[in-house]
């Protein structure tokens, strides 16, 4: 009888639960009159979300989109009267996964006619304004110049000229007017965008914007691109819409018949928003299986500063979520969209974004972005400090108006940054707790990861595969950090009496671990400026290597570096920093480090593969020089072998295959990082046999050094900035009493480049008398010195 009873009790249960999920099917076939039905489904997301707030927070809903594409008239706004609740939460799903479109566009019936040279032409609806076009699915490319070259993946834009724009360009276009200039910052530190307003009367083009980047230097003179200019309409896949007329000008490609080809333009930003608060935040709801097509490029909006850190942000994306809790992003593809795939806004707590597909970006794919309101003291520019006097010294945040607590898990990411040049795979900045877990990041035209700031720390990013980044940027890595916090260049900052001031900030410990890493074009992993309160462990880093600017307690240990290894930059006294039981290739690239009074808390106890140990200040006394023996290297198993020596230093083996995207689908077409031969590189050879002694040069009582390798980047310029570094500075010399610190960069003498101490030995002893005007870079910024002979 019980046993019986306790069946009927279950069977009974099951029924109530069944009876509780209400389903709410949708159709492109339907019509938003229906029920609502399996058999009389609905046509439109707007009438589904209707229907299933009226059993929000009451019984668990599902919501069935069938195959088809839903073109939405508007953005789909959540707000708290759609909750679902933690017992009964809301899902709009697709019954196939993939195979339910959410389109931000429009399509097009158009009749085309030739124009010329291979163009051909069509009116559009009035009033229609064309930012992209998809031609059968794929986002073809406005009119440019120069044009796109696929194959050069590591040019900026694809292709580029120094002339882009200049007077003489300019003569051949009639009207350039809603044109687009597109440059790289001048140290390659992301990218700017203007809009063109016309031209001059001397024919020069006129243009607005520039905002984009929160360190403004100026664009690049050479890696610049203009877009939207008729005249430059010339290779196949371009366009031009002239909004005049109404006419679309295209020039497809061969194989394309245009009697039946799909024609789609974008209409909205935001696809999908999500409008919550923290006193009244929108719950419980679930997107699953959907593609996500059709959001228009953004980068024109991309003005916040992101405090202290180079990004400036758009804040949106073709899925914006502001005050929401426990809302489910799960198996979707976010296809070709124009600006960031998914941006979490300010206040937002359990954030799931798994098994997901974002590729073709034209900004970044996950943003974690909270409300500089809820820092204690934010400053907003590169150049801004405060005074240790003046500020908060409060740990943590002022606010909970930010995220935390977010997973990115099982995704693959790819191909971000195909419009703007300051993106990232998974970009996290004024947030807490974020996890990055299981995720393919690669192909990326700046970092795989970014923490834009320390604050507030406590992210774990694990089991991750990222590599093929800082593809057109410069001075980045596959992860990428910053920690320019309260504490950093703070004026009169002492750390032996504010010993926590570091952390006030980065209040939590963040973790990268068990992941694999390549950089060709920086660091595996870069941690910049005030990078504080982490640990790094298990890590397989297979072309940059590791880098630890000046920070505190910075924990690196078990990890191993192939063809690379160690760059301590700048660090500060008393760092706390730790870098131990790593396998390593090479002799570490120190810039200004070690010194006797700055040495970190311990360096020592790493293996170094055919390599020369840093013995100074305490450094490496416990390490060795030794081959790993790594068990098939070739095949990326870099595990080392029984016996090996590198067991003596206290390293452990970690799993070989355990790194990025595990979900099948997206494992099955994810690329993953080329092998490296095992061997250092010629590259770091050279830079090996130039940081040998040689004869110490002096000028004014001060010694003097050209740069090299990865000094550039410890200094902020660029390679083709050249320059002079005052290595030491005595206080009695002539070049302290004219205003020269030690550590000072000296650019240009009276407006002429240095390219090295030699260069400026002999500019210096050729100016007999006069004003001297040396322009100096110090602690990052620029500034002139003047002295009269």
Known sequence: ??????????????????????????STKGSDSNIGSKNKPLASFAAAQNKARTYAGKETVMVYFADGAYYLPETVVFTSKDNGSKAHPITYRAQNEGKAILSGGTKLKLSWKAYRDGIFQAQTPKGVIIDQVFIDGLNQRMARYPNYDASKK????????????????????????????????????????????????????????????????????????????????????????????????????????????QVEVVRLKQLIDFQGSIANPVKHIGLQGFVIKHAARTFMETKEPMVRSDWAIFRGGAFMLTGTEDIHIVDCEFDQVGGNAIFVNKYNRRTLIKGNHIHHSGASGVCFVGDPNALRNPLFEYGETNDVSKIDTTPGPKTENYPALGVVEDCLIHDIGTVERQPAGV?????????????????????????????????????????????????????????RDRYWRLKNFDIN??????????????????????????????????????????????????????????????????????????WYNQSEDEVFSNIFMFKYQGVNVPKQNITGKRVDSNLLFDAELTQLFGWDEHSIVADPQFIDPANGDFRVKEGSPAFKIGFKN???????????????????????????????????????????????????????????????????????ALKKVPKNSQAAQIGFMEEDLILSVNGRKVANENQFIKLMNGIKSGLVKFKVVREQKEMEIKMTL
């Open 1 to 26: 009888m019980k046993k019986t009873f306790k069946c009927l009790l279950f069977l009974f249960g099951t029924l109530i639960a069944t009876a509780q999920t209400q389903e709410i099917y949708v």
């Open 154 to 261: 590591t040019d900026a834009y694809q292709g580029y000229a120094a002339n882009a724009f200049s007077k003489e360009r300019a003569a051949g276009w009639k009207n350039p007017k809603g044109g687009y200039i597109h440059a790289m910052h001048s140290k390659r530190w992301g990218g700017y965008h203007y809009r063109i307003t016309g031209k001059d009367a001397k024919g020069e083009v006129l243009y607005e914007g520039g905002w984009q980047n929160n360190r403004q230097l100026g664009m690049h003179p050479e890696f610049r691109m203009v877009e939207n200019i008729f005249e430059e309409l010339d290779a196949e896949g371009e366009w031009f819409h002239d909004e005049k007329t109404q006419t679309l000008y295209y020039k497809p490609e061969k194989n394309t018949d245009l009697n039946t080809a």
């Open 427 to 483: 970009q996290i900045e004024m947030a807490m707790e974020i996890t990055v877990r299981d995720c393919s990041i690669y192909d990326c035209a700046r970092s795989g990861i970014n923490v834009g700031d320390g604050a507030f720390g406590g992210h774990l990013i694990e089991r991750c595969d990222v590599f093929n980044t800082v593809l057109e940027t410069h001075d980045h890595g596959s992860f990428n950090s910053w920690g």
């Open 497 to 570: 009496k504010y010993p926590k001031l570091p952390f006030a900030d980065a209040i939590k410990t963040t973790v990268i671990r068990n992941s694999r890493w390549r950089c060709d074009h920086g660091w595996d992993i870069d941690l910049d400026d005030g990078s504080t309160n982490y640990d790094i462990y298990n890590n397989l880093m297979l072309s940059g290597g590791l880098k630890l600017r000046e920070g505190y307690r910075r924990r690196a240990w078990n990890n191993i570096t192939v063809n690379n290894t160690f760059h301590p930059h700048v």
């Open 654 to 724: 970690f799993p070989m295959d355990q790194f990025g995207v595990k979900k099948a689908s997206l494992k099955k077409i994810a690329k993953t990082p080329i092998i490296p031969a095992l061997g250092v590189s010629e590259e770091l050879k050279k830079k090996n046999k130039s940081k040998k002694k040689v004869e110490e040069k002096t000028w004014m009582g001060a010694s003097i050094s050209s740069l090299s390798g990865m000094e550039f980047s410890a200094y902020g310029v660029a390679k083709e900035d050249g320059g002079v």
